[in-house]
């Protein structure tokens, strides 16, 4: 079975149009793009766990955060076609960046899998313009409002200072 992980390392693009000059998306904001998708896909796999192990009194907002991220992920694969690409699927099983044996770790893994994803979608609105760039700003801060809600706390630039004390890129 093949596992993957979501991208915690900086993502740097190419700038926003195409390389040509043309007001195309050159193959920087489509890779950012892809990246925002992965992470969805890793979310969306991330809080069918969290699901499992939450307790009764958070699982609406479990099921809320879920469905956010499944209707981010299914708008990302518009996208990625709408720039001539080909979405990238999801992966069959995910690595977490820790065991989830009880409710308390499910919390703490589904403020991770927002603070993940948050950073992701940093780098697509740096990478990004117009309304990609509105979009990816918008689930940026979608990410960000749902990690303080879990985790209890926030930070001041979500997806951008957590990024320095996070993990390798290797692990979810």
């Known amino acids: 079975m093949t596992r993957a992980t979501i991208p915690t390392a900086p993502f740097v693009p190419a700038s926003p149009t195409g390389s ?3 007001d195309g998306p050159d193959d920087g904001v489509l890779a950012a793009v892809q990246a925002a998708l992965a992470a969805e896909h890793a979310a969306v796999y ?3 766990v969290v699901g499992g192990r939450i ?4 699982r609406a907002e479990t099921r809320r955060a879920h469905d956010a991220h499944r209707a981010r992920r299914d708008a ?6 709408k720039m001539g690409g080909e979405p990238r699927a999801a992966a069959a099983a995910y690595t977490l960046p820790f065991a989830v044996p009880d ?27 117009g309304d990609l760039r509105r979009e990816a700003a918008g689930a940026l ?3 960000a409002v749902r990690a303080v809600r879990w985790r209890g706390t926030g930070v001041p630039f979500p997806g951008l200072a957590e990024r320095a004390a996070s993990a390798s890129p290797e692990t979810f």
Do not use: H, I, K, Q
Request: charged content about 35%; hydrophobic content about 50%.
């Open 103 to 129: 409710a308390a770790a499910a919390v703490r893994l589904a403020a991770e899998l927002e603070e993940r994803v948050a950073a992701v979608y940093a780098d697509l609105v740096r990478a990004s313009e």
């Open 55 to 58: 307790a009764e009194e958070l």
């Open 20 to 22: 040509d000059g043309s």
């Open 46 to 48: 991330g809080y069918g």
């Open 141 to 143: 801060r979608e990410a």
């Open 76 to 81: 990302l694969r518009r996208a990625v076609r």
